[in-house]
């Protein structure tokens, strides 16, 4: 196969100072590209750390997702411990740690950014 990864992935936000801070500061990404698009928007991409995986902000009426479908699904190793350092930074949890329904090694997590967006966390099941 010739693709390596996803290159972007749309969020929609209402005040991209406040998502870039959010995201930034609270989520541990980092900003991989900041620039005026036009003379009320900037594009804006973050980067997780040691990876390729970036998000842009979009502004809100472009991008639409429902209520019961979350924006972002974030992967992490210690699902417990990444929830706990996030409602210490007072992010807002929908849903704490549980099992997965379909799976008794799988984890997640919900919460809210600061543009109500839901964004999922997956803990990576154990190897072996």
Not at 43 to 70: G, H, N, W
Request: overall charge negative; hydrophobic content about 40%.
């Amino acid at each position: 196969m010739a693709f390596t990864g996803i290159f972007i992935l749309p969020l929609p936000v209402d005040d991209q100072d406040r998502a870039l801070a959010f995201y930034r500061d609270r989520i541990g990404m980092e900003v991989a590209l900041d620039a005026d698009l036009d003379e009320d928007w900037r594009i804006i991409m973050m980067k997780l750390p040691e990876t390729q995986t970036k998000i842009q902000f979009a502004r809100r009426q472009e991008v639409k997702y429902s209520e019961e479908v979350p924006a972002l699904y974030l992967e992490c190793a210690d699902l417990d411990a990444e929830t706990a350092r996030l409602k210490s930074e007072g992010v807002r949890f929908v849903m704490n740690p549980t099992e997965l329904p379909w799976s008794d090694t799988e984890r997640f997590a919900m919460f809210s950014d600061s543009e109500n967006n839901t964004i999922v966390m997956h803990e990576t099941p154990p190897k072996g």
